[in-house]
C-alpha cells in the first residue's frame, strides 16, 4: 500500500456534490491520480486536474511490460489519449476497470443489410446511477453513417437498447 492521497489533493481536486474519492495513486512524476466513485481525475501536468467521468472513458488499458495505463476518453467529436506511467498497477488500475464496466447499461449490435459489417449502439450512465443515459455507435471498419443501410441498422440497434432500457421512443 503506497502513501495516502494528500487532504490538499483531496480538496484541490473538482469533485461533484457527494462524489467519494475510492483509490489514487502517484504516477512516476509525482503526479496523483485520483478515482472516485462517478470519475477519474486526470492530473497531466498542465493548470488543472481533468474531471473524466467514467462513462465518456471509451478505453483503459494497463500495460504491464512497460507499467502505463492508458485512457481513451470520448471528448466532442474527438476521442483524446491520455498515458501515465506508474511504478505498478496498484488500486486506481483495478478501480477503472471496474468504474468503465459498470458505467455499460446496455448495447444492440445489429448487421448491415448485404452482410458488409455490424453496427453496434452502446448505453452508458454514470456508474453511481445518476444523470442521463448517453448512446454511442461503434461501426464496424469500412462502414460510413452517411451510407442508407448503415443509418437504418444504427435506428434498430437504438430502439433495441431503447426498449430494453424502459424508454419511450417519443421522448428522444
Known amino acids: 500500500m503506497g502513501p495516502s ?3 490538499q489533493v483531496r480538496r484541490d481536486i473538482a469533485r461533484e456534490y457527494g462524489e467519494r474519492v475510492l483509490a489514487s495513486q502517484r ?5 496523483w491520480q485520483v478515482g472516485t466513485d462517478a470519475a477519474l481525475h486526470l492530473d497531466t501536468g498542465d493548470e488543472r486536474t481533468r474531471h473524466v467521468p467514467w462513462e465518456t472513458v471509451e478505453t483503459l488499458t494497463w500495460d504491464a511490460d512497460a507499467s502505463t495505463i492508458s ?3 470520448a471528448d466532442g467529436l474527438e476521442v483524446v489519449r491520455t498515458v501515465l506511467a506508474f511504478d505498478g498497477p496498484g488500486r486506481l488500475v483495478d478501480l477503472a476497470r471496474e468504474r468503465v ?3 455499460f ?7 448491415v443489410e448485404g452482410g458488409r459489417g455490424t453496427v453496434t449502439v452502446v448505453a452508458r450512465r454514470s456508474p453511481t446511477r445518476t444523470g442521463p443515459v448517453s448512446f454511442s455507435y461503434v461501426l464496424d471498419r469500412g462502414l460510413s453513417s452517411d451510407d442508407p443501410a448503415v443509418r437504418e441498422a444504427t435506428a434498430k440497434a437504438l430502439a433495441m437498447v431503447r426498449a430494453d432500457l424502459g424508454l419511450d421512443e417519443a421522448l428522444s
Not at 504516477?27 to 503526479?31: I, V
Not at 447499461?105 to 448487421?111: C, D, L, N, P
Open 5 to 7: 492521497l494528500p487532504r
Open 27 to 31: 504516477d512516476t512524476q509525482g503526479r
Open 71 to 73: 485512457v481513451m476518453v
Open 101 to 103: 464496466d459498470a458505467s
Open 105 to 111: 447499461v446496455a448495447r444492440a449490435h445489429e448487421k
